[in-house]
């Protein structure tokens, strides 16, 4: 019982220093020497004798009640419930004052759920106008939480946890969570669906509903975030040139795998987020120096480079990269320099305070395919997808999607192997097939996840078959060059993808210029480059977006935004092939091109600059 010992042994001090007694008593020199003594033992962590002296001031004293309690407490800390019992069975409740009485039943409740008297602590935490101090409001709540999940109620457990969430941090915060979440998947999905169903949008407890639905294998819709504003907003006031938002740590560290498996992606990921750091220089920004940590792709280096950072000085940590290095670090008792980890961890966790997630997630682009048809008016759709891990979550998450906004899923196909005909998956999908009548179709479309080559092959056998609907497709399809050649096959499909490899995010450097000179800029890893750039440009900005929803960083990889639990979250720009080439569909993502990450300034009204370079470790 963590969180409830952690109160009780800040509160049991404050009040042994208070020397909280009731206002009628008298205290002789005596009993003033041998209280102070006791509350010294107290300080001192050496619950058991505190106790014992508390037990000798019950019957010496003028307040055997109240030194009755300090000492049922001080067993309590001690780890010693059951040496606590009698002394509980002994106090007068009406020679109790001030918090004194609501003491009591937390000893009371906390006893009975020890004993399997569930009912019973149940009715001490909850009883109508029960008041408790700050300080005993997480134990209590802790223990109501308890009571009512031994009793069975499952949903009043969990949102009694969802109380306590905005008063945790750190471990604390990110056991609650888990608790809440595995709570939730108890009561089954048909119930948390039922449930999901009649609330409002607004209701605190959906977004909980939806991480358990999540965790039990249930693709959620999850519709693109709401964009309302920009970080980095001037702040009004004469000659002023702070921009809101903005709080650039001294020092940061970037962990990513330089040796092993992945470091061609390590390297395009520290490439991207140098070149940011170097344009950054163009507005002034205040640069502090970066060191970089080998993770080596491993949890036990992501582990080791994470504490190396923090024994360097690190004020921020951006990565590791892998969700088993994600998850190694999350598994810590505590994170003590706040993190931007650039994966999502194995198990679905939640991240806690201090801690937010940044990846490109296949579920994200296909939640927004799904978005973009809906709002195309279609409302039937066919997915074919490969089998590969990526396109097998941006199906589900297409599916839960589009249905949630009213869609219809007619069929669903995968590719698998190396097979090179799909006339048979096709063909079972019975998707309609042109009959010249061009608009007999208009409300149906095709969603697709796989990699270019299998593209190729599946749309000329789509218009054998006489199958002329609209294509839809995740950013997987396009290489991230222009081959008119090959991607002829390709004509008229729609994708959704960085808006920096189409220069339609203004502020950004053009990507034809440094992609001219930087190889980890050009083709597929140019989407890991545009990651690492915006893993720089979110360094001043992850408090706000996390406390400010609605606010966004226009960023290389999307438009990026966080919820409420730190995970950045990508709005892509969307792209059609015409002529072989990939093109944007709409053209500038932003109305105002002023630069979003102009620094504050001093009192003299110059910009506050660091000449620090970039160094490596």
């Known amino acids: 019982m963590r969180l409830t010992r952690a109160a009780g042994v800040a509160l049991l001090v404050s009040l042994?220093?208070?020397?909280?007694?009731?206002?009628?008593?008298?205290?002789?020199?005596?009993?003033?020497?041998?209280?102070?003594?006791?509350?010294?033992?107290?300080?001192?962590?050496?619950f058991d004798e505190a106790a014992q002296a508390y037990l000798a001031l019950a019957q010496t004293g003028g307040n055997r009640d109240h030194y009755q309690l300090l000492a049922a407490e001080a067993y309590r800390q001690e780890?010693?419930?059951?040496?606590?019992?009698?002394?509980?069975?002994?106090?007068?409740?009406?020679?109790l004052t001030g918090d004194e009485p609501s003491r009591l039943d937390l000893l009371q409740a906390e006893l009975a759920l020890k004993q399997h008297n569930a009912p019973r602590a149940l009715q001490l935490t909850t009883q109508p106008n029960i008041s408790v101090p700050p300080a005993l409001q997480l134990r209590l709540l802790e223990l109501r939480s308890q009571s009512m999940q031994q009793t069975g109620d499952l949903w009043g457990a969990a949102r009694t946890r969802v109380e306590m969430d905005g008063q945790l941090s750190g471990l604390d915060q990110a056991q609650n969570r888990k608790?809440?979440?595995?709570?939730?998947?108890?009561?089954?999905?048909?119930?948390?669906?039922?449930?999901?169903?009649?609330?409002?949008?607004?209701?605190?407890?959906?977004?909980?509903?939806?991480?358990?639905?999540?965790q039990l294998g249930v693709a959620v819709a999850h519709p693109a975030p709401a964009l309302e504003q920009e970080v980095g907003t001037m702040m009004p006031g004469e000659g002023a040139n702070v921009r809101e938002g903005f709080k650039m740590p001294a020092h940061v560290a970037l962990l990513l795998p330089t040796s092993g498996n992945l470091a061609s992606a390590g390297t395009a990921i520290r490439e991207g987020f140098f070149a940011a750091y170097a344009d950054s220089s163009r507005n002034h920004v205040p640069r502090p120096p970066v060191r970089v940590y080998d993770s080596a792709g491993t949890t036990a280096g992501a582990i080791k480079a994470y504490q190396q950072a923090v024994s360097d000085g690190a004020q921020l940590i951006i990565g590791p990269l892998t969700r088993g290095e994600v998850s190694a670090l999350f598994g810590l008792p505590q994170l003590p320099v706040p993190l931007l980890a650039l994966n999502h961890p194995d198990d679905k966790s939640l991240p806690a305070s201090g801690v937010s997630e940044f990846g490109l997630l296949p579920e994200t682009e296909g939640a927004q395919a799904a978005d973009h048809m809906a709002e195309g008016g279609i409302v039937n759709a066919f997915v074919i997808v490969s089998s590969d891990d990526f396109a097998q979550r941006a199906a589900k998450s297409f599916k839960a999607e589009f249905e949630a906004r009213g869609g219809k899923v007619a069929g669903m196909g995968n590719l698998t192997g190396t097979?090179?005909?799909?006339?048979?998956t096709i063909s079972g999908l019975g998707m309609p097939t042109d009959n010249g009548d061009a608009s007999a179709n208009k409300d149906s479309g095709i969603f697709i996840s796989m990699r270019p080559q299998q593209a190729r092959l599946l749309l000329p056998q789509l218009k054998l078959a006489r199958v002329n609907l609209p294509v839809y497709g995740t950013s997987h399809i396009y290489?991230?060059?222009?081959?008119?050649?090959?991607?002829?096959?390709?004509?008229?499909?729609?994708?959704?993808?960085?808006?920096?490899?189409?220069?339609?995010?203004?502020?950004?450097?053009?990507?034809?210029?440094?992609?001219?000179?930087?190889?980890?800029?050009?083709?597929?890893?140019?989407?890991?480059?545009?990651?690492?750039?915006?893993?720089?440009?979110?360094?001043?900005?992850?408090?706000?977006?996390?406390?400010h929803p609605g606010s966004y960083l226009p960023g290389a990889s999307g438009q990026l935004t966080s919820d409420q639990f730190g995970r950045i979250r990508r709005v892509l720009v969307w792209a059609k092939f015409q002529d072989g080439l990939a093109r944007p569909l709409n053209g500038s993502l932003q109305m105002d091109t002023a630069p979003a990450m102009a620094p504050p300034t001093d009192a003299s009204g110059s910009p506050q600059l660091q000449t620090e370079q970039p160094t490596s470790h």
């Open 16 to 46: 042994a220093l208070s020397g909280c007694v009731p206002p009628a008593a008298q205290k002789s020199p005596a009993e003033i020497a041998a209280s102070q003594q006791a509350d010294t033992l107290i300080q001192q962590g050496k």
């Open 79 to 95: 780890g010693q419930l059951d040496r606590a019992a009698p002394l509980l069975d002994g106090i007068r409740r009406q020679r």
């Open 179 to 214: 608790q809440i979440v595995s709570l939730l998947t108890q009561l089954g999905v048909e119930p948390l669906k039922q449930r999901a169903a009649a609330m409002q949008p607004s209701d605190r407890m959906l977004v909980w509903i939806n991480e358990a639905l999540t």
């Open 419 to 424: 097979g090179v005909n799909f006339a048979s």
């Open 479 to 547: 290489a991230g060059v222009d081959d008119a050649g090959a991607n002829r096959d390709l004509e008229g499909v729609e994708f959704c993808d960085s808006p920096w490899l189409f220069d339609v995010q203004p502020g950004l450097p053009n990507h034809g210029d440094i992609a001219a000179q930087l190889p980890a800029a050009r083709g597929t890893s140019a989407r890991l480059f545009a990651f690492g750039m915006d893993a720089w440009d979110l360094a001043p900005y992850i408090d706000w977006l996390r406390a």
